[in-house]
């Protein structure tokens, strides 16, 4: 059956099974739209996506939080675009920073796939699959901090509940495609958000499979695009 149009079955309360969404190919940010997984963006952590980057003037962040603690600012860019390259970043305070950058720029609108693992010490890698290659390229750098946080890791930004809501918006035309997967820990072991672009009750966003529950737009203006449902 096509995707676009097939219809995940659910049991709802123990009657009859109920239509809830249409999975699509992917979802699309207008620049203002996001998602907040619910998931603290604290380490150890991993997650997969395949993702969409238009370059634009400053970073921008596909998986990632940025919380602050007595006085101190604690970042975790998970999945991140900054000069045409795909990183992840870590700081503790303004003053202490790690960061991992792919050697070759991001081909800016073509799908890639990106999987990431922070763990501390030297077990942190970034690897990255370009559409058409046959296996990833991975990248790594030494990073002693833990990181704690008490705030959500977005989609397609990153928070700031210290200030702003956001920071580091995606721009417009960026996509994620497929699953996006987080994991409580470095070796994409225990799954704890399961997102797949779907198409709910006329709103684009993603179905997270571990919580059975729809995760929409959360900017507040904005909205999701995807691909027509017929």
């Not at 676009?4 to 309360?13: K, P």
């Not at 963006?41 to 634009?56: D, E, L, Q």
């Not at 999945?79 to 070759?104: E, M, P, Q, R």
């Not at 684009?204 to 529950?213: A, E, K, T």
């Amino acid at each position: 059956m096509d995707t676009l149009l097939r219809r995940r079955l659910m049991m709802s309360g123990g009657s009859q099974p109920t239509p809830l969404y249409t999975p699509v190919d992917y979802i699309e940010t207008d620049g203002t739209a996001y998602i907040d997984t619910g998931i603290k963006g604290s380490s150890p952590r991993s997650a997969k996506m395949k993702i969409k980057a238009v370059i634009g003037s400053s970073a921008s962040c596909f998986l990632g939080v940025v919380a602050s603690s007595e006085g101190k600012t604690t970042n975790l860019g998970m999945v991140c675009i900054t000069t045409g390259k795909l990183c992840y970043f870590i700081y503790y305070n303004y003053y202490s920073a790690n960061s991992i950058d792919v050697s070759t720029s991001i081909d800016n609108g073509t799908p890639f796939d990106v999987m990431v693992s922070l763990a501390g010490g030297s077990n942190n890698r970034l690897g990255v699959k370009q559409e058409g290659a046959s296996d990833y390229t991975f990248y790594s750098k030494t990073n002693n901090y833990t990181i704690t946080n008490t705030a959500n890791l977005l989609i397609f930004a990153a928070n700031d509940p210290s200030g702003n809501s956001t920071r580091r918006q995606c721009a417009s035309g960026c996509r994620v495609y497929g699953r996006v997967q987080i994991y409580s820990d470095a070796s994409y072991s225990t799954l704890v958000f399961d997102g797949e672009p779907c198409y709910y009750e006329g709103e684009y966003g993603l179905w997270d499979h571990v919580s059975n529950s729809f995760k929409g737009n959360a900017a507040g203006s904005g909205a999701f695009t995807g691909p027509s449902i017929s």
